[in-house]
């Protein structure tokens, strides 16, 4: 059986009678309407699956574009999303954000972990000279990206999407206290590492 084509309605979607989507969110989230299956007994305010993933789509992916680039931030938004779909307390999620922020937030460690595994598996099965250093980025960007996932996280939902820091704790799963922890050693690391260069 062969996949549809981004933009192809999915046979059995119930948004096969729209016309065309253009929009990569709602090819997701038809996707995730199929993944999701029927919607539960649960649902707050009779939102699918797929009104849900509609709904926090776009704050999902602009974390995730903070946490591991635009390239693949569309990518740790589907998988999160899926991974949280098939969990067995999704039944029980009432604060569908609350559970999906933390899952994108997993989600981008793993891809992390597997980008770096994988690069370490090139670098040593490459010849020395054929490796290329990285691609050199605007020097705060570069700075950002040398944080830990959990500091990027909170700095991309502060400045970023000008959150305060009960409203970040809530939506990773953190305590406040945490956040500001979290958020004061991002400051002091960034300081240190403009200060050596």
Known sequence: MSSPELGEPIKGSPLTSQPRRRSATREIASGVSQIGG??????????SDEAI???????LVRLATGLVGP?????????????????????GVRDHRG?????????????????????ARETRSAPRDLVEPPELRAEVLDQVARLSLRQRAVVVLT????????EVARRLGISPGAVRRHLARA???????????
């Open 38 to 47: 029927p919607r539960h007994p649960w649902s707050v305010g009779d939102l």
């Open 53 to 59: 993933y509609e709904k926090y789509a776009d704050e």
């Open 71 to 91: 390239s693949d931030a569309a990518d740790v938004v589907s998988m999160a999303v899926v991974r949280a779909l098939g969990s067995p307390s999704w039944a």
């Open 99 to 119: 559970y999906l922020y933390p899952a994108v937030l997993n989600e981008a460690r793993m891809n992390f972990r597997t980008t770096m595994r994988r690069r």
């Open 159 to 166: 400045y970023w999407d000008d959150l305060d820091a009960s």
């Open 187 to 197: 400051h002091r690391h960034l300081r240190e590492m403009i200060n050596d260069d």
